[in-house]
């Protein structure tokens, strides 16, 4: 999307959104009003968000916060610092969620022929009705199944002929091992799937081949925000609804393409519950081509990690998230590990302890080179242990000395 063009919408939500309070006062604040709001230079002047932001604003406005829009009609929740938060909805921000995501299904092959079983959490949380109505737009027989019940759900998914799965890859993987058959796409969400190294190959390998696998992205709050097409070329973001930004964790400052750095979202059509410039805390590369289905900001990976937690060493910024997102590729490791991290004079040195087995020195090698490829710095050692002591995911002994 060009610039001036994103500026318009950009500008048209902020002045909507301007009438509500708390946008009307942050405004003022910043010394900003919508219609400067004309460039990325001006743009940026706005502050982040946080969810403690939204967080204390439901407790200085309860019980829904400030944010609510008069006409809104849903509240679903989302964990917050403090317990459960609300997430909230007009009828218009329902039709534009469910627009969206039955585009991106069509644009996954998914047609209104298909049948259609939703395994995700109906309960509270957004993701089961929101993908249900997706599928509904789009035209598709959907069954709402639900989470768990592994038996359950493949006597439904063989007697109804159902053909797309909506679900967990951890729980897709389950159903697949215990013979499910027929399905020929999968949507999935909830968990790391395009992020893990092989994890795609091996459930791919168990349906024989034949199965388009589309990976999703997106927050109770922003909803849905990325979302794969059947090339799989990556998670593209739904920029009719988001616009989105990489930034650097420590700094603020917005990364170039192809720059790992924390996702930050800003609503474009959002009644209820709008968000400008809000740090989801999650880690992605962002990168622009071209892809056959006509989509052009793309996430490659997906989230790639959490920007909460964050240790240098040796001068880079490491994410121990990214380290369980890696053990997931060894299914021989149980994902319990210890980073130690110490130093003598100037030099700093870096190893690590992982629970499990390892199938000989050369998944060893391919376990040092993915922990390279994916922290940007390679382990002085790599020890793997049947059982790991208790203790710290991090022992940093660089300054007790």
Not at 115 to 127: G, Q
Not at 144 to 157: A, K, Q
Not at 266 to 285: A, C, N, V, Y
Not at 363 to 376: E, G, P
């Amino acid at each position: 999307m060009r610039e001036a063009s994103l500026m318009k919408r950009i500008q048209a939500q902020a002045e909507a959104i301007s009438r509500v309070t708390f946008y009307r006062e942050k405004f003022k604040t910043w010394g900003l009003n919508p219609k400067d709001l004309n460039g990325m230079e001006n743009f940026r002047r706005i502050p982040f968000m946080t969810l403690s932001d939204v967080q204390k604003d439901f407790e200085d406005h309860p019980p829904f916060g400030s944010l609510l829009h008069p006409d809104n009609i849903r509240v679903h929740f989302s964990p917050g610092p403090k317990g459960l938060i609300p997430v909230v909805f007009t009828q218009k921000d329902i039709r534009e969620m469910n627009r969206a995501n039955a585009t991106c299904f069509r644009l996954a092959g998914v047609t209104s022929n298909d049948v259609v079983a939703v395994t995700f959490n109906y309960h509270l949380f957004i993701a089961g009705l929101s993908i249900h109505g997706g599928f509904e737009t789009l035209g598709c027989k959907t069954i709402p199944v639900g989470p768990g019940e592994t038996d359950r759900t493949l006597e439904i998914l063989d007697r109804y002929g159902v053909t797309v799965l909506a679900s967990n890859p951890s729980f897709a993987m389950k159903l697949f091992e215990k013979g499910a058959r027929g399905i020929r796409v999968l949507f999935a969400g909830g968990e790391p799937f395009s992020s893990v190294e092989g994890y795609k190959e091996r459930l791919r390998a168990l349906c024989g081949g034949k199965i388009t696998l589309i990976d999703a992205y997106g927050l109770a709050q922003a909803a849905p925000l990325a979302r794969e097409c059947l090339h799989e070329t990556g998670l593209h973001i739904i920029d009719d609804l988001f616009f989105v930004e990489i930034v650097d964790p420590e700094t603020g400052e917005v990364l170039p393409d192809g720059a790992k750095g924390e996702v930050v979202v800003t609503h474009l059509k959002k009644e209820s519950g709008p968000l400008l410039r809000f740090r989801t805390g999650d880690l992605s590369i962002m990168e622009r081509f071209t892809c056959p289905c006509g989509r052009r900001t793309t996430l490659p990976k997906g989230v790639v990690g959490s920007a909460r937690e964050m240790v240098k060493i040796k001068g880079v910024k490491v994410y121990p998230s990214q380290v369980s997102l890696v053990l997931k590729a060894f299914p021989g490791l149980t994902g319990r590990y210890r980073m130690l991290i110490s130093s003598t004079g100037t030099t700093e040195r870096f190893d690590m302890l992982m629970e499990g087995e390892i199938q000989g020195e050369q998944d060893l090698a391919r376990l040092q080179t993915s922990m390279k490829k994916a922290l940007l710095i390679a382990p002085n050692q790599i020890e793997v242990v049947k059982q790991l002591e208790n203790g710290p995911t991090i022992v940093d002994q660089r300054h007790n000395l």
